[in-house]
């Protein structure tokens, strides 16, 4: 099972990304997804979270309002839409499938991690 992740890049202040998750196999519509960051010397810390129907969405309150999480279960892909960017949002971000059908700030709810994509906001 793979969950691969693209769309990371260096971007200035005030800018947008989109990063977008694949997962390996279908099952994954049955279960929550989310995204998690780890910053340069922090810990990682969930980012967002989205249930297996799409219907219930969490967030970091850091990024309410300017990132949306999405998913589309009949192309099997988790998306990440990150608007004004600040430069306390560079880290690695990665992907997770959660055990259960809803995501969770907890990682150890998460059964399988993705490789991770790097975003570095900077001017």
């Known amino acids: 099972v793979q969950l691969q992740a693209s769309g990371g890049g260096l971007v200035p202040p005030g800018d947008s990304l989109r990063l977008s998750c694949l997962p390996s196999r279908r099952f994954f519509s049955n279960n929550g997804m989310g995204w998690f960051r780890q910053g340069p010397g922090k810990e990682r810390e969930f980012v967002a979270g989205?249930?297996?129907?799409?219907?219930?969405?969490s967030y970091l309150e850091s990024v309410k309002g300017r990132f949306t999480v999405s998913r589309d279960n009949a192309k099997n892909t988790l998306s990440l839409q990150m608007n004004s960017l600040k430069s306390e949002d560079t880290a690695v971000y990665y992907c997770?499938?959660?055990?259960?059908?809803?995501?969770?700030?907890?990682?150890?709810?998460?059964?399988?991690w993705g490789q991770g994509t790097l975003v570095t906001v900077s001017s």
């Open positions: 997770a499938a959660f055990r259960r059908a809803w995501a969770s700030r907890e990682q150890s709810e998460v059964q399988y």
């Open positions: 989205i249930s297996w129907n799409g219907g219930t969405t």
